[in-house]
């Protein structure tokens, strides 16, 4: 192992792209769904289709004796918390919150995985010496917080459950992110998810059947299963192994910054769909949130990373 200093990682930086652009899917999708059913019966359907997507790959590595068989050990806690923090943030969606100002909310998850990162991560610690890191954290808590103080209706005691929900789930993940990038340091990101995702189908379908109505996955229409193969595969399937990707490379907290960027894609797809909007002022907040996105990426270059 040798020490190298890379200034920018374009294969993390892309991954990153992705994780971004494929995550803010999510929202819309799991928003779209809560019209047909409960948010058991959508987390259980749409992880079948998630592990589905990356088995042939699994199998695959098995059959060559390229995986290491620690595997189904090594998944079992990134599974669990993975699980809790996705149950979390689903219900929420059904206690009065859309898209956009949801994504707000859980972005707070970057606060958790830096906090975590830089206390298990010496490497990681080298960002207490950037400047752009720490003026990329300073304008991403502003934008945050101005986006969630002008919102209307934010006091309201649904809306209140639906926010619990997404902080929970926001640390949870954290947790989920931190314990992958240990777990996972020498595993491929395709086997890692698909081993994931099939634990989490055990979970879910459990859950499914002590708390969702399975009689409604029969009654659902074309457009529904739609919406599930297509969050699945790309909300899911893809943005997960793309983010596993770029954490293994550059670390936890600046792919997390970097997906703050989200709601203002999200909104260009929620404002037609759930008639969401955001006012000028939280446009304001908007752009100095995305300002602090590109500081984040910048500050690449402080990180020293080990290259076989």
């Not at 058991?40 to 790959?57: E, G, H, V």
């Not at 699980?83 to 998850?109: E, G």
């Not at 919406?227 to 595969?233: D, L, R």
Request: hydrophobic share 55%; aromatic share 14%; charged share 10%.
């Amino acid at each position: 192992m040798s020490l190298i200093n890379k200034k920018f990682d374009v294969t993390a930086t892309l991954a990153c792209i992705g994780y971004l652009l494929f995550w803010t899917t999510g929202p819309i999708f799991v928003k779209l769904l809560s019209r047909y059913t409960d948010p058991w019966i959508q987390n259980f359907l749409r992880y079948i289709f998630a592990a589905l997507f990356w088995l042939p790959f699994l199998l695959s590595s098995f059959s060559k004796g390229t995986i290491d068989r620690r595997i189904w050990i090594l998944a079992l806690l990134p599974a669990i918390a993975n699980a809790a923090s996705q149950t979390c943030w689903t219900i929420a969606f059904y206690h009065n919150i859309d898209p956009t100002f949801m994504s707000l909310i859980d972005k707070s998850s970057i606060f958790w995985i830096a906090f975590f990162s830089m206390i298990v991560f010496a490497e990681e610690r080298v960002l207490l010496k950037s400047k752009r890191f720490w003026s990329a954290a300073v304008l991403s808590v502003i934008g945050v917080t101005g986006v969630l103080v002008l919102k209307k209706g934010v006091t309201s005691p649904t809306t209140l459950i639906g926010v619990f929900l997404a902080l929970l789930s926001a640390i949870i993940w954290g947790v989920h992110v931190i314990v992958v990038k240990i777990n996972y340091k020498n595993i491929d990101s395709r086997n890692g998810f698909a081993v994931i995702a099939i634990y989490n189908v055990i979970i879910f379908a459990v859950l499914a059947v002590l708390f969702g109505d399975i009689n409604s996955i029969g009654t659902l229409g074309w457009q529904p299963w739609l919406y599930i193969i297509v969050s699945a595969i790309v909300g899911i399937a893809l943005c997960n192994v793309l983010y596993y990707v770029a954490i293994k490379r550059i670390g936890a907290t600046i792919p997390s910054m970097t997906v703050l960027a989200a709601p203002f894609i999200i909104i260009i797809f929620s404002k037609p769909i759930f008639h969401e909007s955001l006012n000028i002022f939280q446009w304001l907040c908007g752009l100095i949130l995305l300002g602090g996105c590109a500081l984040a990426i910048w500050s690449q270059e402080h990180l020293n990373r080990a290259v076989k």
